[in-house]
């Protein structure tokens, strides 16, 4: 395996292996679970399915373990919002799967690898953050291509102007951690 494989083969989109080594193996079964369901239908599976899941465990635990560390975000009543990379709520960055529904990505690199999570391929539709042009990548067999396409538009910084001489970091979903982050 190349050096390049090894990296590639440490990230899972939207969070890194480093960040899941610290969960438990029934966490895990939780999350995989929620992931796919996520790809099946598009939106987070319901507490009866992931009771399932969690088996003999307490669903609570490991859900907030995973929010926790997280690898999955829970709004104030322990329902999913997001299990990276997809978002239960409407973001800029929806993915058409193939044979599969269409979903909210929490940024664009979290659209960019769902082709490669899910071994499928998909069709990203999103805007360039500052002039909101539209912008299409398809991933087919693991390679992208556009088309309608923004240079500018992956660039992760805003750009600096007179009024704001040092480049901000760009982010494309406020809800998100900073750990988190694209």
Do not use: K
Not at 50 to 61: E, F, G, R
Not at 79 to 103: C, E, K, L, N, Q
Not at 113 to 141: E, F, Y
Request: net charge positive; proline share 7%; aromatic share 4%.
């Amino acid at each position: 395996m190349s050096a390049r494989d090894t990296a590639s083969a440490r990230i899972a989109v939207g969070a890194t292996i480093d960040r899941f080594a610290r969960v438990s193996p029934a966490a895990r079964a939780v999350h995989r679970h929620v992931l796919t369901i996520f790809a099946a239908t598009g939106a987070p599976p319901t507490r009866d399915t992931l009771a399932q899941a969690a088996s003999a465990a307490d669903l609570d635990t490991l859900l907030r373990e995973l929010h926790d560390r997280d690898v999955i975000r829970l709004d104030t009543h322990g329902a999913i919002t997001a299990a990276y990379p997809f978002s239960a709520h409407p973001t800029a960055h929806t993915v058409a799967i193939a044979d599969g529904p269409r979903v909210y990505a929490m940024c664009a690199i979290d659209a960019l690898g769902m082709a490669a999570m899910l071994g499928r391929d998909t069709t990203i539709d999103s805007a360039d953050p500052h002039h909101g042009q539209p912008i299409t990548v398809t991933v087919h067999n693991g390679r992208a291509r556009s088309r309608r396409w923004s240079s500018r538009a992956l660039s992760p910084v805003r750009r600096a102007t007179a009024a704001n001489p040092a480049p901000q970091p760009m982010r494309s979903n406020p809800r998100r951690s900073a750990a988190a982050a694209c």
